[in-house]
């Protein structure tokens, strides 16, 4: 079972916007909060490859593939990490998971099934 359980997928068509979200429901604030959480997908047939990450002070990288098109903001207080794509396109097509730490760290959740199709 995994730490992270995400929300917020579904079928969007290309140029849309998306906002995903994942929410650590096990843990307490004072071990959420200065933990590095990563965006994760997986295509079909593809590994599974990291799209944004967020440090404990907010700290973002991302992939080249989003760069420019996604952001990656946090809510210690809601222990949630949001994942916004902006001008979705085919290739964005995945499940979306999240995880601690970039190797990552924990167990994986069940994730959501983001789908960009006219």
């Known amino acids: 079972q995994g730490q992270f359980v995400e929300s917020g997928g579904g079928l969007v068509q290309p140029g849309g916007p998306l906002r995903l979200s994942c929410v650590a429901p096990?843990?307490?604030?004072?071990?959420?909060?200065?933990?590095?959480v990563g965006w994760y997908r997986q295509a079909p047939g593809k590994e599974r490859e990291l799209v944004a990450i967020?440090?404990?002070?907010?700290?973002?990288n991302y992939a080249d593939s989003v760069k420019g098109r996604a952001t990656i903001s946090r809510n210690n207080s809601r222990k949630t990490v949001y994942l916004q794509i902006n001008s979705l396109k085919s290739e964005d097509t995945a499940v979306y998971y999240c995880?601690?730490?970039?190797?990552?760290?924990?167990?994986w959740g069940q994730g959501t099934q983001v789908t960009v199709s006219p």
């Open positions: 995880n601690k730490d970039s190797p990552p760290s924990g167990s």
């Open positions: 096990r843990m307490i604030f004072s071990v959420f909060a200065p933990i590095t």
């Open positions: 967020i440090s404990r002070d907010g700290t973002t």
